[in-house]
């Protein structure tokens, strides 16, 4: 095994309904980012649940070496960090409060100042700095989003998942974001897992891409040799141009949608 993180034989329900069917993601060395594209209802979240460790399953995750039943409830809860889908609920809660008990509850090795610091240069970068200390429910979606990424930040984690991370914040925070995420990784390494719905951004920041469809993975790998006309057209039902930018990264522009009479 090279990599620090590996994903085989993935499976997942709901009740009798199967979700995940023996998903298998591309192994990650460290500094590495992850892409999980799929249209809607594809299994990203599932996916995503699965990796946490809040949802059981058949399935193979390895990470540094262990599975994810070795590493333990405790030393997966250290390990991996995630940043769910639906950010956290409007309250009277403040993202301070919020930031320092999540902190605490994970037992985090950190004196008071130490914790501080950590807290404010996160909140720095995600420009939370001037609501720290207003409730949440005053906060914005986009804003209470950036809180859901902090409250993941600041663990500090080995592994980190986004569950689309940008889905509620204008283009400015959607490249600020994923470009603090890709700086975190260039200076302290780690793994990133990041389920996103902008094919684009997935191709600009990811290093590899896994496509789900109807809760398989179509295609995976370098984004080069994901994202060709021919998986847009199977997996999005579009119609597709794709270029490449000046690094060689593949650009998409989407032409028309594939009539579903004629598709298939
Ligand atoms: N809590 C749940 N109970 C039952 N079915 C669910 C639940 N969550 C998701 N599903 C179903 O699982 C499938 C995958 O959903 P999800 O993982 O949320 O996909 P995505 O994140 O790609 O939109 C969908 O068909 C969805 O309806
Ligand atoms: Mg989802």
Known sequence: ??????????????????????????????????GILGPNASGKSTLMRRLTGEMPGPGDILLDGRTQREHGREGWRRAVAAAPQTPPAPSALMPTELMWSTARALGLALSDAELAARIEGIFDELGLGAVALSPLATLSGGKRQLVGL??????????LLLDEPTSALDLHWRLAVLDLVRRRLRAQGGL???????????????????VLHEGRV????????????????????VEAEVSADPEGRPVVRALRAIDPGKGD
């Not at 993601?25 to 992850?34: I, Q, S, T, V, Y």
């Not at 902090?150 to 592994?159: D, E, I, K, S, Y």
């Not at 990133?192 to 896994?210: N, P």
């Open 192 to 210: 990133v897992v990041a389920a996103l719905h902008d094919l684009d951004l997935a191709a600009r920041y990811c290093d590899r891409l896994a």
């Open 1 to 34: 095994m090279t990599g620090r993180f590996s994903v085989s034989n993935l499976g997942a329900r709901y009740g009798r309904a199967v979700v995940l069917h023996d998903v298998a993601l591309p192994a990650l060395r460290d500094g590495e980012m992850l």
């Open 218 to 237: 179509l295609a995976a790998g370098c984004p080069a040799e994901v994202l060709t006309p021919d998986l847009l057209a199977r997996v999005y039902r």
């Open 150 to 159: 902090a409250l993941a930040l600041v663990r500090n984690p080995t592994l």
